[in-house]
């Protein structure tokens, strides 16, 4: 169920940064730039980063047993 809030939420992310990217884009250059699958990309990559993320947090810390 996070994992798809988190891909959710980086889709949205991913809009909104699209949307101003293109915006930026129309002011400086006078033509859209096209990031077609941007959003999509967004939330996997976010999804992804947070299995990441969670998978390293349940890994046992070596370096303190070194002590």
């Known amino acids: ?5 988190i891909f959710i939420t980086g889709f949205i ?6 949307e101003l990217i293109n915006i930026f884009g129309f002011l400086l250059y006078d033509q ?4 077609t699958f ?3 990309l967004m939330g996997v990559g976010l999804a992804c980063l947070d299995l990441l993320v969670r998978r ?6 070596f370096k303190s047993s070194l002590r």
């Open 38 to 40: 941007f959003p999509i």
């Open 56 to 61: 390293k947090s349940k890994l046992p810390n």
């Open 1 to 5: 169920m996070r994992t798809l809030q």
């Open 13 to 18: 992310l991913g809009l909104i940064l699209a």
């Open 32 to 35: 859209t730039i096209g990031l």
